[in-house]
């Protein structure tokens, strides 16, 4: 496989005429002579049996070996800064926790991305959403995002990281950033096996403007989705996109909506059963779904949402009845109040469907 493992922890400075490699999470700080520069590369690469003919002792480099993710060749800025920017929520001691993360079936990650024009900020979803979730979670941390990186490029971490996990036979749980990240996670899935996406929004996310190709975004998530054939059947629950003056979308034999006023009286097992056995689903849970009573805080609100106690009902249906092979959580968005509701419902519902995940 290509690519190269790298320990996250790991800080590789060049000063003068000596290389320091230090890791605060197990103490590790050492220095060596900058004439062995070509090192440094090796090590950046992961090559150790070439390290080892520079004549350093096998034992130096162990801490190389406590690595979990593979990292793209040729994406120096994942090698420089490592993989993930936090790693706070992580149980116990984060080096050990680390270690055996694997034993958790599902994995969190976040991606704070958020498109150039957001007038609010679902960047920092990621963030807002932790401090409700109960501690516990395996959780990876933040991608790193650049200021000038291109959504191609985040997108190859995404999908980077959900195929390590799927191989792993994990369950990946991103949390967003703004929609356009579903794309990158499904994408990775579907690569692996056919999937469906169910969605819970207050939008179709199939907003195109006429006779124009444009580029991937939350907007448009779901109907480029479609049309590079990565879903088998989509189903989106709470929308209420006529509120706001929206085109409907043209009908396609794929895609399901279910509106808000009826989701929001819809029993669970009516819902599970529509959500057909003969294909696996990926959960995605924009926090716009709800009523902006309950969720104030997203990047575009809709009047007539659902409430909080609907949403949970068919969040459990969906994570109970059917198999769910990856979760996000997206388009929480900074808050002004120092109780973020918003947030707060966004881990309710993921904790919710994190505990009938099965
Ligand atoms: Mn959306």
């Given at each position: 496989m290509n690519g190269f493992m790298l320990n996250p922890w790991l800080d590789i400075k060049r000063i003068g005429e000596f290389i320091y490699i230090k890791n605060d999470q197990i103490g590790l700080n050492i220095k060596i002579g900058a004439?062995?520069?070509g090192l440094i590369d090796k090590l950046r690469l992961f090559q150790p049996e070439s390290v080892l003919k520079e004549g350093?002792?096998?034992?130096?480099?162990?801490?190389?070996?406590?690595t979990l993710i593979l990292v793209p060749e040729g994406d120096m800025l994942w090698c420089r800064q490592?993989?993930?920017?936090?790693?706070?929520?992580?149980?116990?001691n984060p080096f050990q926790a680390a270690l055996t993360?694997?034993?958790?079936?599902d994995v969190l990650f976040g991606v704070g991305y958020a498109r150039?024009?957001?007038?609010?900020?679902?960047?920092?979803g990621p963030g807002a959403i932790r401090r409700y979730l109960k501690p516990g979670q395996a959780d990876l941390g933040d991608i790193i995002i650049a200021p000038d990186e291109t959504h191609q490029q985040i997108g190859a971490r995404i999908n980077l990281i959900v195929s390590e996990l799927l191989h792993q036979e994990r369950r990946p749980v991103m949390l967003g950033?703004?929609?356009?990240?579903t794309y990158h996670a499904v994408r990775a899935i579907s690569a692996h096996r056919p999937v469906s996406l169910v969605m819970f929004d207050a939008?179709?996310?199939?907003?195109a403007r006429a006779g124009r190709a444009e580029p991937l975004t939350h907007a448009n998530v779901v109907q480029q989705l479609l049309d590079h054939q990565l879903v088998q059947q989509v189903m989106i629950v709470g929308v209420r996109d006529e509120l706001m003056g929206a085109v409907p979308a043209a009908p396609d034999p794929r895609v399901t909506v279910i509106p808000a006023c009826e989701a929001e009286f819809l029993s669970p097992s009516c819902f599970a059963s529509m959500l057909h056995s003969d294909t696996d689903w990926y959960l995605s849970i924009?926090?716009?779904?709800?009523?902006p009573a309950f969720?104030?805080?997203?990047a575009t609100p809709v009047i007539g949402g659902l409430s909080l106690h609907a949403a949970r009902r068919l969040v459990r249906a969906a994570t109970q009845h059917s198999r769910i092979v990856g979760v996000d959580v997206v388009e929480v968005c900074a808050s002004t109040?120092?109780?973020?509701r918003t947030a707060h419902a966004a881990a309710t519902l993921l904790e919710d469907a994190l505990r009938s995940l099965t």
């Open positions: 004439n062995y520069a350093l002792s096998p034992s130096a480099f162990d801490f190389f070996r406590q490592g993989i993930f920017q936090q790693r706070d929520r992580l149980p116990g993360y694997t034993d958790s079936a150039p024009v957001a007038a609010s900020h679902p960047a920092q950033g703004d929609h356009s990240v939008h179709t996310d199939r907003y924009d926090l716009d779904v709800l009523d969720a104030p805080d997203v109040a120092p109780y973020h």
